[in-house]
């Protein structure tokens, strides 16, 4: 039997782990019944009851697995562990939040099964804050015109992924992964479906200005030489224009040596000018210089602090009953008012 593995990263989703879970179960079990599954659950150093909860689970049913971090490695690091964690013979790639809808899950087994080893969700529209998916969309075109590789439109991680594409990122030993880019750049023939990006269902996002800067700055420097290119011409082009600009000032002033005042303010505007263009390639230089900084100390993706139901399936039949009560999303009180009956 075929196990499918779904990966669920977390950060502060005491309100959404348990409701995914019940949901990513009840849709494998009822639309996926030939496979084996788990369910694994890497949290980001949680501060809410997410772990308390998660220990809960783990203890219902033992095919729920968790990785708790020691600390948080950002948001790209954990994912791309867990997924070289899991056991499965595919590995799907959710957000606890459901905005990677659940109902996918069938449709990324069945594209699977005719042969894709990569099937990704693509968004065509979101129920998100407009003006955002307008912005994501216009990082999205630019960094697929700059790029040196092709960049994927609106691909945000979620999809399925074969084993064999696993055991590829396990032989990468990158530790800043930008998984967008990797299935770009080494991924097998895929197949993309669309869908719609509902809304978050509880919670707030941790979708910050600084983690959506730091998302479009990775696949720069990661997959762009524009960046550098822009830095050389322009500055050539600066110098050669100031260069141009200092002789007609030179000869003007030699040939109206009592009638052409230079003045201050050109050489002022001048110097502010060029200032904040050496700024700004310094600051283009140094995101390129603190990537391979990155790469170069060769850390680990991901310290773990405790890990549960890696190991082998327990005997005790109490957990089966526990693992049936959660796929039927079912409280315990229920189950025991029943037996008691």
């Not at 084996?36 to 890497?42: A, K, M, R, S, W």
């Not at 050539?236 to 201050?264: E, Q, R």
């Not at 790469?295 to 190991?311: A, D």
Request: proline share 5%.
């Amino acid at each position: 039997m075929k196990k499918i593995s779904v990966l669920i990263p977390c950060y502060n989703e005491e309100e959404n782990v348990r409701p995914i879970a019940e949901a990513v179960i009840g849709t494998i079990t009822r639309d996926c019944p030939a496979y084996d599954y788990e369910l694994v659950f890497i949290d980001n150093d949680s501060s809410d009851r997410t772990r308390p909860i998660l220990k809960e689970l783990c203890t219902e049913n033992y095919h729920i697995k968790a990785i708790f971090n020691a600390r948080n490695f950002g948001q790209f690091n954990s994912p791309y562990y867990g997924m070289l964690q899991c056991t499965g013979d595919c590995v799907i790639s959710m957000v606890a939040d459901f905005q990677d809808p659940v109902e996918m899950i069938p449709k990324y087994v069945h594209e699977w099964e005719q042969g894709y080893k990569i099937v990704i969700g693509i968004k065509v529209g979101s129920k998100e804050n407009p003006v955002m998916y307008f912005l994501r969309s216009c990082y999205y075109k630019m960094i697929r015109k700059l790029s040196d590789v092709e960049q994927i439109e609106h691909f945000t991680g979620s999809g399925l992924y074969d084993r064999d594409f696993i055991n590829v990122l396990r032989t990468l030993e990158d530790p800043t992964p930008f998984l967008r880019g990797i299935v770009a750049e080494l991924g097998y023939r895929r197949k993309e479906i669309p869908y719609i990006q509902p809304e978050r269902r509880a919670g707030v996002t941790h979708n910050n200005f600084y983690r959506l800067y730091d998302a479009a700055m990775l696949s720069v420097t990661s997959y762009t030489k524009v960046g550098l290119r822009i830095a050389t011409i322009f500055g050539s082009v600066c110098a050669a224009v100031s260069m141009l600009i200092a002789f007609i000032y030179l000869i003007l002033k030699l040939t109206h040596w009592n009638d052409f005042p230079a003045g201050m303010a050109p050489m002022l505007l001048g110097m502010l000018f060029l200032g904040s263009v050496q700024l700004f390639f310094i600051g283009l230089v140094g995101e390129y210089i603190l990537s391979i900084n990155s790469r170069v100390m060769k850390r680990p993706l991901v310290v773990e602090e405790e890990r549960i139901n890696f190991g082998d399936a327990p005997a005790d039949p109490s957990h089966g009953v526990a693992g049936k009560r959660l796929e039927l999303g079912m409280p315990e009180e229920t189950e025991k008012s029943g037996q008691n009956g």
